[in-house]
């Protein structure tokens, strides 16, 4: 069973930077790289939403358009670890951010389904003040 532990969520203002981090474990033979990841929020009253999401070797990468041109995703396979890199923050990017693996391929998936993904994280809460 895939264990993934989400960190690094804060309070920060309004144009700040926050790098979430999600580490997995638990992979028994399977290898970090085998899981396409993801990271999703969730604002109180509101349904869970894609932000960004990353194959097992990095070679595809999408974003949301709420978030694109302000986050970054990366993985490190070798510490079994994604990582989301939020710059300009706003207000509206308050929510509780989950990490997502799935054991499959990203390309041509329905990766902006919480339906098509296997494991999930506890979340880490981001609040962006204005």
């Known amino acids: 069973q895939v264990q993934l532990v989400e960190s690094g969520g804060g309070l920060v203002q309004a144009g700040g930077s926050l790098r979430l981090a999600c580490t997995a474990s638990?992979?028994?033979?399977?290898?970090?790289?085998?899981?396409?990841m993801g990271w999703f929020r969730q604002a109180p009253g509101k349904e869970r939403e894609g932000v960004s999401c990353?194959?097992?070797?990095?070679?595809?990468?999408y974003y949301s358009d709420s978030v694109k041109g302000r986050f970054t995703i990366s993985r490190d396979n070798a510490e079994n670890t994604l990582y989301l890199q939020m710059n300009s923050l706003k207000p509206e990017d308050t929510a509780m951010y989950y990490c997502?693996?799935?054991?499959?391929?990203?390309?041509?998936?329905?990766?902006?389904?919480?339906?098509?993904?296997?494991?999930w994280g506890q979340g880490t809460q981001v609040t962006v003040s204005s």
């Open positions: 990353i194959s097992g070797r990095s070679v595809f990468r």
């Open positions: 638990g992979l028994t033979s399977d290898y970090f790289d085998d899981y396409a």
């Open positions: 997502a693996a799935g054991r499959r391929r990203l390309y041509g998936g329905d990766y902006w389904s919480p339906d098509w993904w296997n494991y």
